[in-house]
């Protein structure tokens, strides 16, 4: 007859490990962008401010989930409890995008140029509740929004208008 004390002792380790895992994987992205948001403050970046990526990232680059090499990039936090933003776009020839995730890095919401043509606008207002400012308004339903923003380098040589790209990205208190 098994010893029943053995048998419930098992039972008791295979379920708390079983806890353990699925709590692990809930929780791995909140970790990881808080972790992302600790060292963005940091190395002295503020809330809003943009942390261009000057050079083309490799696979080494932690900060941007599985990098383009082909890609230069601009990230920051906002934090929408009681702010608005308005984010100010340039108008974008090449492959331009911008991603708005949460803490669990679910894309929210999406921008890329090729929504930006002449009959759309260039700049939005960010919120997480609609305040009725038209079509112009994103609504970003999470207190912490991690924004990236990624430009497509056409050519080696024409890295320097993709660097003027991001000095004239603009995300201000609205």
């Known amino acids: 007859m098994p010893n029943i004390n053995l048998l419930t002792y098992i039972l008791v380790f295979i379920t ?12 791995y992205p909140k970790r ?16 809003s401010e943009w942390k261009h990526f000057r050079e083309l990232v490799d696979h080494h680059v932690k900060y941007i989930v599985k990098p383009n090499c082909e890609t230069l990039y601009s990230s ?4 929408l409890e009681n702010d608005n933003y308005k984010l100010t776009i340039p108008q974008v020839s090449e492959y331009f995008s ?7 890095t679910d894309v929210i919401a999406y921008i890329t140029n090729l929504q930006l043509n002449k009959s759309l606008p260039t700049s939005f207002v960010l919120s997480n509740k609609p305040n009725n400012k ?3 308004e994103i609504i970003l339903n999470t207190n912490l929004c991690w924004i990236i923003v990624r430009y497509g380098i056409p050519s080696a040589d024409r890295i320097h208008e993709i660097h003027e790209l991001q000095n004239n990205i603009d995300l201000i208190r609205a």
């Open 16 to 27: 708390a490990f079983i806890i353990g895992i699925v709590y692990s994987i809930r929780t």
């Open 32 to 47: 990881e962008v808080a972790q992302l948001f600790e060292t963005f403050l940091k190395e002295g970046y503020k809330i």
């Open 98 to 104: 911008v991603s708005f995730l949460n803490i669990d």
């Open 76 to 79: 920051t936090f906002i934090r």
């Open 134 to 136: 038209g079509d112009n």
